[in-house]
C-alpha cells in the first residue's frame, strides 16, 4: 500500500491537475475519494485534514498538502520535475499561463459558486459557458505569444499544461465551443495522447475508484 495518499474527487480539475502530475513523475499513490456532489468535502473528516473543505490533500513525505498549484510547486522543486523554465521571465511566463486557469478562470466555475449564482437566477450551463469561453479566450492569446512548441512553452510539459488539460476537460463537459481558442485545442490535443494525461483522466479516475 503506498504510503502517499491523494484525497480526490473524480471530476475535480484541481485533484485532476494532481493526478497529471503524480502520474507525471511515476509517483506511487493511494487514491481516496472525496464525494462533492454528496457533500463529503464538509464532512468533520475532510475539514479535519482541508479545513477549507475543497479536495484536493495530498499526504506526502510525512506533510499534508493543499491547494493544487501549492501542490504542484511542491512536487515540482522536490521532484526536479524541470516544470518550471530556469530562466526567471520565462518562468513568470509559464506562471502566468498557469494562473489564467487556476487563479481567474477556474474559481468562478467553482461548483460552489456556480450553485450560488443559479440561487440568483442564473443556468449553471449559462455560467459555466460563459465564463470558460471567456477564460480560454484570453488563455489562447497567451499562448499565442509563445506558440513555437506543441505545448504551453515549447516541447516540454509545464506547470501550464498541467494546469489547461483539466480546464479544457471541463469545456467539453458544458459544451464550450472551442473553434475560437485554436491554441488551446490544439495544445490539448497533444497533452491528451500523453499516457501521464490519459490515466489522470476523470473517466479514468471515476472507474478505478
Known amino acids: 500500500m503506498a504510503d502517499t495518499v491523494l484525497y480526490d474527487y473524480w471530476r475535480s480539475s484541481a485533484a485532476y491537475r494532481v493526478r497529471i502530475a503524480m502520474n507525471l513523475l511515476g509517483v506511487d499513490y ?5 464525494d462533492l ?15 477549507q473543505g475543497l479536495v484536493p490533500t495530498l499526504e506526502i513525505d510525512g506533510a499534508s498538502l493543499t491547494q493544487s498549484l501549492a501542490i504542484l510547486e511542491y512536487l515540482n522543486e522536490t521532484r526536479s520535475a ?3 523554465p530556469r530562466d526567471a521571465g520565462e518562468r513568470a511566463v ?27 437566477g442564473a443556468t449553471m450551463d449559462g455560467w459555466m459557458q460563459h465564463f ?37 476537460y471541463n469545456a467539453h463537459r458544458w459544451g ?3 473553434s475560437p481558442v ?25 472507474s478505478e475508484g
Not at 477564460?135 to 516540454?156: I, K, M, P, T, V
Open 30 to 34: 493511494r487514491s481516496v475519494a472525496v
Open 37 to 51: 456532489v454528496a457533500g463529503e468535502q464538509r464532512g468533520a473528516d475532510n475539514l479535519a485534514r482541508n479545513p
Open 82 to 84: 524541470g516544470w518550471l
Open 94 to 120: 509559464v506562471r502566468a499561463m498557469a494562473y489564467a486557469v487556476v487563479v481567474d478562470l477556474h474559481p468562478v466555475c467553482n461548483l460552489r459558486v456556480a450553485r450560488h449564482a443559479v440561487s440568483f
Open 132 to 168: 470558460i469561453a471567456l477564460g480560454l479566450e484570453g488563455l489562447d492569446g497567451l499562448l499565442r505569444r509563445h506558440a513555437e512548441g506543441q505545448f504551453c512553452f515549447g516541447n516540454s510539459v509545464t506547470l501550464a499544461d498541467i494546469c489547461l488539460v483539466p480546464q479544457v
Open 176 to 178: 464550450v465551443d472551442l
Open 182 to 206: 485554436p491554441r488551446v485545442a490544439a495544445i490539448a490535443e497533444a497533452l491528451g495522447r500523453l499516457p501521464a494525461f490519459v490515466a489522470a483522466h476523470p473517466d479514468r479516475a471515476k
